[in-house]
């Protein structure tokens, strides 16, 4: 579930979901309809002529005759003239709106979140392993700041961009596994994008629809402020804030991803470690032969000080460097640097339930 606009999200169900629906809804019309099926006892009229002139098994269908008219039978079951009897469920279209029902329940639940974009709006569910757990998603600067600048090739790289393309990534990822997510930063018009360079622009708002200060400090305590206020409204949740920033260094210095914690939250540091943990897992995995050189350690930082949910300061590397830069251009990297995040908040959230 991702909480974004008002109203908070927006939920759409597929048309072949409708239709499956509508086939439940007329097949279960039509067994209510038949539930009330009536027949008037004629001279002659036993239950074994009235069953199979209705098309009815009599073997299968006696009880249930009884069970439904046992109030207006007479002697040994039998028939009254003039008597109006209620004629038993058919059990083939019992069995058919069994089928459909259990085909609905098969289909995997789809949700649209226009926030991503026309490519990346409809999310399919894939599991419920982070259902309960809320996180406040924010990526760095924007509005009229536009963060740390780069340049490659001629194009400018803007950090609120870049930083807020992984964002989206990550939060799409999460309520594909069950989460509800609030983007404190967000852009009414940017989705996931796919291009190299992201175009620089300054329309981004924070939470819940509040134009961005120029002032840095303005812009900490209003990001701040509106996740505590979220905190408060989920009390007793599982909550977690993820501030996804990218650093500004010498163009000769080349850095991994890595992590801050405020000094006085062992749940940070804790979030922290299994973050860089899972990236040290997927580079062994992916790129063996390169190593990994991120570092976790705390850090004086306004929004994780003062935030009271627990919170991690990603740094996704150095936008001057032509490796890292490849890191924040290539959509692919974008996405494999927001899945590793994801798998690195589902150990941790699996490691705080225990």
Same mark, same amino acid.
């Given at each position: 579930?991702?909480?974004?606009?008002?109203?908070?999200?927006?939920?759409?169900?597929?048309?072949?979901?409708?239709?499956?629906?509508?086939?439940?809804?007329?097949?279960?019309?039509?067994?209510?309809?038949?539930?009330?099926?009536?027949? $008037?006892?004629?001279?002659?009229?036993? %239950?074994? #002529?009235?069953?199979?002139?209705?098309?009815?098994? @009599?073997? &299968? !269908?006696?009880?249930?005759?009884?069970?439904?008219?046992?109030?207006?039978?007479?002697?040994?079951?039998?028939?009254?003239?003039?008597?109006?009897?209620?004629?038993?469920?058919?059990?083939?279209?019992?069995?058919?709106?069994?089928?459909?029902?259990?085909?609905?329940?098969?289909?995997?639940?789809?949700?649209?979140?226009?926030?991503?974009? $026309?490519?990346?709006?409809?999310?399919? %569910?894939? #599991?419920?392993?982070?259902?309960?757990?809320?996180? @406040?998603? &924010? !990526?760095?600067?924007?509005?009229?700041?536009?963060?740390?600048?780069?340049?490659?090739?001629?194009?400018?790289?803007?950090?609120?961009?870049?930083?807020?393309?992984?964002?989206?990534?990550?939060?799409?990822?999460?309520?594909?596994?069950?989460?509800?997510?609030?983007?404190?930063?967000?852009?009414?018009?940017?989705?996931?994008?796919?291009?190299?360079?992201?175009?620089?622009?300054?329309?981004?708002?924070?939470?819940?629809?509040?134009?961005?200060?120029?002032?840095?400090?303005?812009?900490?305590?209003?990001?701040?402020?509106?996740?505590?206020?979220?905190?408060?409204?989920?009390?007793?949740?599982?909550?977690?804030?993820?501030?996804?920033?990218?650093?500004?260094?010498?163009?000769?210095?080349?850095?991994?991803?890595?992590?801050?914690?405020?000094?006085?939250?062992?749940?940070?540091?804790?979030?922290?470690?299994?973050?860089?943990?899972?990236?040290?897992?997927?580079?062994?995995?992916?790129?063996?032969?390169?190593?990994?050189?991120?570092?976790?350690?705390?850090?004086?930082?306004?929004?994780?000080?003062?935030?009271?949910?627990?919170?991690?300061?990603?740094?996704?590397?150095?936008?001057?460097?032509?490796?890292?830069?490849?890191?924040?251009?290539?959509?692919?990297?974008?996405?494999?640097?927001?899945?590793?995040?994801?798998?690195?908040?589902?150990?941790?959230?699996?490691?705080?339930?225990?």
């Amino acid at each position: 579930m991702l909480k974004i606009l008002n109203p908070p999200y927006i939920k759409a169900h597929y048309p072949y979901q409708i239709i499956v629906s509508g086939i439940l809804i007329f097949f279960c019309f039509q067994l209510s309809a038949q539930e009330y099926q009536t027949y $008037k006892a004629k001279k002659g009229d036993g %239950i074994y #002529s009235v069953l199979k002139q209705n098309g009815y098994s @009599y073997t &299968e !269908s006696l009880n249930q005759f009884i069970e439904l008219n046992k109030s207006k039978l007479g002697k040994e079951n039998a028939l009254i003239i003039g008597k109006v009897y209620r004629l038993p469920l058919k059990t083939d279209t019992i069995a058919e709106v069994q089928k459909i029902q259990a085909k609905i329940e098969a289909l995997p639940e789809k949700t649209v979140y226009e926030i991503f974009g $026309k490519k990346y709006r409809e999310i399919t %569910i894939k #599991s419920k392993e982070l259902a309960g757990a809320i996180y @406040y998603l &924010e !990526s760095g600067h924007g509005g009229p700041d536009p963060g740390a600048i780069g340049n490659l090739n001629g194009h400018i790289l803007c950090e609120d961009e870049y930083a807020y393309d992984v964002t989206l990534r990550l939060a799409r990822n999460l309520i594909e596994r069950g989460a509800t997510v609030y983007l404190i930063i967000r852009d009414p018009n940017d989705g996931i994008r796919d291009e190299q360079y992201l175009a620089p622009d300054k329309d981004e708002v924070c939470y819940p629809d509040n134009e961005i200060p120029l002032s840095q400090l303005a812009r900490l305590k209003q990001s701040t402020a509106a996740v505590n206020s979220l905190h408060a409204l989920n009390k007793k949740k599982f909550q977690r804030l993820v501030v996804i920033h990218v650093d500004s260094r010498s163009e000769k210095e080349n850095i991994d991803v890595f992590f801050y914690h405020d000094k006085g939250s062992n749940t940070g540091k804790r979030m922290a470690n299994t973050l860089k943990e899972t990236f040290e897992k997927k580079y062994a995995e992916h790129q063996p032969n390169r190593g990994y050189s991120g570092s976790v350690s705390d850090r004086n930082l306004y929004v994780i000080k003062n935030a009271v949910s627990p919170a991690v300061f990603i740094e996704l590397g150095n936008i001057n460097h032509t490796r890292d830069q490849q890191r924040f251009i290539n959509p692919d990297n974008r996405q494999a640097v927001a899945n590793w995040l994801r798998d690195g908040l589902i150990d941790d959230f699996k490691k705080s339930i225990k």
